[in-house]
């Protein structure tokens, strides 16, 4: 089927009663890996480019890629943009065909987040794309000077936010890290406050770390979306690696791809059951 207007994911989402996930892919093998993954799980779920690793290959390119494979695909897909930093980042991202956008200003003053989501908001309503933003401290891989996990969204701007900006989504921060290299601290009353406050579903970011009895239970707390994006780039490097170390001459490139490939397919499908409790 053709890709997914975000929105429309969100709704099949909800009415299945499931968490989707938020795969972030980098290059044609992670895309496909990705795709494939959730074809086979028959459940909605989003991938996702950030323009750090759209730089390799350009929003269009990426945009193409996901749109040929989704057309041969009888599972709903969303093309979403993570962690859009920037207006120009969104606009790249919506004009090359994207389905789904992130706005983020988590580090910006909060009055400053939400004039510039609601520019991101405004400018996406004529695509009828929806905007995700995110109101708390997740902050990048560069911030390793403070602990992520030590940096929540504060539950009293949650509905003033959503609100002034109309946003479709809200990624929040309750203990939750980027990467591998620190280690998540989960505030379970502190999700179940939010959720309780915010007119949006929410998203969790730093998938990757949150073990998985914890990320089953977010779907009870309006979590409609969970980020994935270290275990699979790890995924793919490691396969890569380990054909390298098994044949340091090794030059069958193709050969080296496809289990890279395998790798991050097999990750994601297990990703996909396992945040849904599906055996």
Do not use: W
Not at 120 to 149: N, R
Not at 172 to 190: C, M, Q, Y
Not at 250 to 278: C, H, R
């Amino acid at each position: 089927m053709p890709l997914v207007n975000g929105k429309i994911l969100l709704e099949s989402i909800r009415d299945k009663g499931v968490m989707a996930g938020a795969f972030n892919t980098t290059n044609l093998e992670t895309t496909i890996a990705i795709l494939n993954a959730i074809e086979r799980s028959k459940l909605p779920n989003f991938i996702q480019i950030a323009p750090t690793n759209a730089k390799l290959s350009g929003y269009d390119y990426i945009y193409e890629i996901v749109r040929r494979r989704a057309e041969m695909m009888d599972v709903p897909v969303s093309l979403h943009l993570d962690h859009g930093k920037t207006f120009d980042d969104v606009k790249q991202a919506v004009r090359a065909g994207f389905t789904s956008v992130m706005i983020d200003g988590a580090d910006l003053p909060f009055e400053e987040n939400i004039a510039f989501t609601k520019q991101a908001v405004d400018f996406c309503k004529s695509y009828g794309v929806p905007v995700e933003a995110e109101l708390g401290a997740i902050l990048g891989k560069e911030d390793d000077h403070v602990s992520e996990a030590d940096c929540k969204t504060e539950p009293e701007k949650v509905k003033r936010f959503v609100q002034e900006t109309g946003c479709h989504m809200l990624a929040i921060s309750i203990g939750n890290v980027h990467g591998l290299d620190d280690i998540p601290r989960i505030d379970i009353p502190l999700l179940q406050e939010i959720a309780s406050l915010s007119p949006v579903p929410l998203v969790i970011h730093g998938g990757s770390g949150i073990d998985e009895k914890t990320l089953q239970t977010f779907v009870n707390y309006n979590v409609v979306k969970v980020n994935i994006a270290s275990d699979l780039r790890k995924a793919f490097i490691s396969s890569v690696g380990h054909a390298y170390n098994r044949n340091n001459n090794e030059a069958n490139l193709a050969g080296v791809m496809t289990q890279a490939k395998s790798a991050v397919e097999n990750d994601v499908y297990s990703k996909i059951m396992m945040m849904n409790n599906i055996h």
